[in-house]
């Protein structure tokens, strides 16, 4: 009997050791021990920034890409003379990937003077948007999200809903957040599709949970 588990990192046992499958891009790196790329690279407060040309409102925005692995795990019987002691046995065959989209944003207004005295208050309409596209430039995946009235500073995470098969190849995955009327903030990564250290941390956990 098979069972369908979602994880959207990898095995806890072998967290550590996957991590640098996910890291293929130098803009890109995520932070120690994370399950994510980052576009710009740094914690939390680091953003890719642009202001209006009356330099009086600037938007400010970072991404976070999720691969997300998803596998299905079967029924096995426990060792012999104790077929009772069943485990759930990960089938490597099963793997794919199905990502999560993780934006960060932030809207200052200068009140007084350019650049300077700024406020972060009030709703904004802000669209996030991603797209992730095979070496070809076919698209594998997309979201988008439109919204009238985010706050000035937030983040969100906008799921997807496609899959992408295993080692399929290395992607580049396009993003952008969009203040109507005070521009654009965005940018690309690369992933690598690759799950070979996902089957290899199945091995080394006998593939049991």
């Not at 890109?28 to 994510?36: I, Q, R, W």
């Not at 439109?146 to 295993?166: F, H």
Request: charged share 25%; net charge positive; aromatic share 8%.
């Amino acid at each position: 009997m098979k069972r369908t588990r979602i994880a959207a990192v990898a095995l806890a046992t072998a967290a550590a050791a996957l991590v640098p499958a996910l890291v293929q891009a130098a803009a890109a790196v995520p932070a120690e021990g994370s399950s994510y790329l980052q576009d710009p690279s740094g914690g939390e407060k680091a953003m890719k920034s642009r202001w209006t040309k009356d330099e009086m409102h600037k938007l400010e925005a970072q991404f976070r890409f999720h691969p997300g692995v998803q596998y299905e795990t079967r029924t096995v019987p426990g060792p012999s003379g104790a077929p009772e002691w069943e485990a759930k046995k990960a089938d490597p065959k099963t793997l794919a990937w199905q990502p999560k989209f993780e934006f960060a944003w932030s809207i200052s207004d200068s009140t007084l003077v350019k650049k300077a005295v700024t406020t972060k208050n009030g709703k904004h309409p802000i669209t996030l948007y991603a797209v992730v596209r095979r070496a070809d430039g076919v698209e594998a995946a997309k979201v988008s999200s439109d919204s009238k009235d985010r706050p000035a500073t937030g983040r969100a995470t906008v799921g997807g809903d496609k899959r992408i098969a295993c080692d399929t190849g290395e992607y580049t995955v396009e993003w952008s957040a969009t203040r109507t009327g005070y521009g654009t903030v965005n940018g690309s990564l690369r992933w690598n599709s690759s799950c070979e250290q996902y089957r290899t941390a199945f091995a080394g956990d006998n593939g049991r949970h």
